[in-house]
């Protein structure tokens, strides 16, 4: 089955610095790869997503960048603000369902 | 809309008891999940359904079972809770992914104490 492993597990930055997490999957079948944030108590929520058939996505401060062959995509949240501080899920598409990270906690230091 | 919605908010049982989590949607989407989240483990799948009437076995279903007669709701059954069951459950719901919507939305979670 599919597995997705997610790096750093934690991640300290400082106010206005860019962070960077990563996940790998195993299946290559995997085809859509959403990033959640959850806030301290709060419910995920999606906050980004790529397609296969894309390289790149941006949203303002968030982009994901995908790289099939090599079966990996990453967060980069540049001008990163106490706002960010959450832990973030990466998710790899399978059949019907996805397969979740096991989360990035991120802490943007004042 | 009120998106998805969990009940109770928390629940505190006692080892063999039986519960049910109850998950409500009101965007008309087919397809619907139960994952429970354990500190460091990210969100598991328990089971989820692909329409009324359907449910299927996710990565971690024992103990567990649901039922989806409504399409708009979607239970999550303990039979006799063990401490291993503390966690967080979430549901989600979303379109179907033959439809590319596969944006999943989550409720409010509930938090589950099994002593």
């Known amino acids: 089955g599919e597995n997705v492993e997610q790096h750093p597990s934690t991640l300290s930055v400082q106010e206005g610095d860019s962070a960077v997490i990563k996940c790998t999957y195993s299946?290559?079948?995997?085809?859509?790869f959403p990033w959640y944030k959850q806030e301290l108590g709060k419910r995920p929520q999606l906050i980004i997503d790529?397609?296969?058939?894309?390289g790149e996505k941006k949203d303002q401060r968030i982009a994901v960048t995908l790289n099939k062959t090599a079966k990996h995509f990453s967060l980069h949240i540049t001008e990163t603000q106490p706002e960010d501080s959450a832990v973030y899920f990466c998710?790899?598409?399978?059949?019907?369902?996805?397969?979740f990270g096991p989360g990035t906690r991120l802490s943007v230091l004042p | 809309n009120a998106g998805v919605t969990q009940t109770p908010k928390f629940r505190v049982l006692k080892t063999g008891q039986s519960m049910t989590l109850l998950c409500a949607q009101d965007?008309?989407?087919?397809?619907m999940y139960w994952y429970r989240q354990d500190p460091g483990m990210g969100l598991r799948l328990i089971h989820y359904?692909?329409?009324?009437?359907?449910?299927a076995k996710g990565e971690v279903p024992d103990g567990y079972n649901v039922s989806r007669l409504k399409k708009q709701n979607f239970l999550l059954g303990l039979e006799s809770a063990a401490p291993s069951q503390t966690s967080v459950y979430f549901c989600?719901?979303?379109?179907?992914?033959?439809?590319?919507?596969?944006?999943?939305?989550f409720g409010p979670g509930t938090r589950l104490l099994v002593l």
């Open positions: 359904s692909v329409g009324e009437g359907t449910t």
């Open positions: 299946d290559s079948a995997s085809n859509y």
């Open positions: 790529i397609r296969s058939n894309v």
């Open positions: 965007m008309n989407h087919e397809y």
């Open positions: 989600a719901s979303s379109y179907s992914r033959l439809a590319g919507l596969e944006t999943q939305y």
């Open positions: 998710a790899a598409s399978y059949g019907q369902n996805f397969v």
